[in-house]
T-cell receptor, first 117, second 112 residues
Framework: AQTVTQSQPEMSVQEAETVTLSCTYDTSESDYYLFWYKQPPSRQMILVIRQEAYKQQNATENRFSVNFQKAAKSFSLKISDSQLGDAAMYFCAYRSAYSNSGYALNFGKGTSLLVTP | EAQVTQNPRYLITVTGKKLTVTCSQNMNHEYMSWYRQDPGLGLRQIYYSMNVEVTDKGDVPEGYKVSRKEKRNFPLILESPSPNQTSLYFC???????????FGQGTRLTVV
């Protein structure tokens, strides 16, 4: 299975500031999908953003954007204008485009984001 | 409303007592899977199903069973639970490989 690494167990950001969460992955595949999921204290898993590996353009969703570096196998998440509601655990996930993997989501161990007033 | 529904949300049981966690989705998704979440380990896939009557093992299948008799339902069965299966469990479904996975609300299981 592909390995997803989130090297920052915890991060802190002040309200209205920008924070970047890092994610790297290990794969020999050329076609795959990358996701960032948010898990607030309610435990619900919420999709933040999605990136297709064949697309060079970085995905953006409102205040959330990614820096996808395919050659470096890096997929960082940038949160702009941080809000108190952004406080959560963030998981980076990899999904192969090949069915022999069962289309499993391979998750990193997560980064806990604290937002301070 | 499109959703994945898991039951129960919380469960405390004793070692060896068989239990089933139900999962149902109303989006006509073909692909469903179960994950367990443990502190410091992220989410790991237990079993998955790509269609009715088609199931396969994920990364951590030991001690679990699943079935997919209907497209909408994908129950997780613990025949003889043990304390190391104490965890937070998530069911998820998706339409295809390039679409997001919808997650259930999670089931907090404690085996004593």
């Amino acid at each position: 299975a592909q390995t997803v690494t989130q090297s920052q167990p915890e991060m802190s950001v002040q309200e209205a500031e920008t924070v970047t969460l890092s994610c790297t992955y290990d794969t020999s595949e050329s076609d795959y999908y990358l996701f960032w999921y948010k898990q607030p204290p309610s435990r619900q898993m919420i999709l933040v953003i999605r990136q297709e590996a064949y697309k060079q353009q970085n995905a953006t969703e409102n205040r959330f954007s990614v820096n996808f570096q395919k050659a470096a196998k890096s997929f960082s998440l940038k949160i702009s204008d941080s809000q108190l509601g952004d406080a959560a655990m963030y998981f980076c996930a990899y999904r192969s485009a090949y069915s022999n993997s069962g289309y499993a989501l391979n998750f990193g161990k997560g980064t806990s984001l604290l937002v301070t007033p | 409303e499109a959703q994945v529904t898991q039951n129960p949300r919380y469960l405390i049981t004793v070692t060896g007592k068989k239990l089933t966690v139900t999962c149902s989705q109303n989006m006509n998704h073909e692909y469903m899977s179960w994950y367990r979440q443990d502190p410091g380990l992220g989410l790991r896939q237990i079993y998955y199903s790509m269609n009715v009557e088609v199931t396969d093992k994920g990364d951590v299948p030991e001690g679990y069973k699943v079935s997919r008799k209907e497209k909408r339902n994908f129950p997780l069965i613990l025949e003889s639970p043990s304390p190391n299966q104490t965890s937070l469990y998530f069911c998820a479904s998706s339409l295809g490989m390039n679409t997001e996975a919808f997650f259930g609300q999670g089931t907090r299981l404690t085996v004593v």
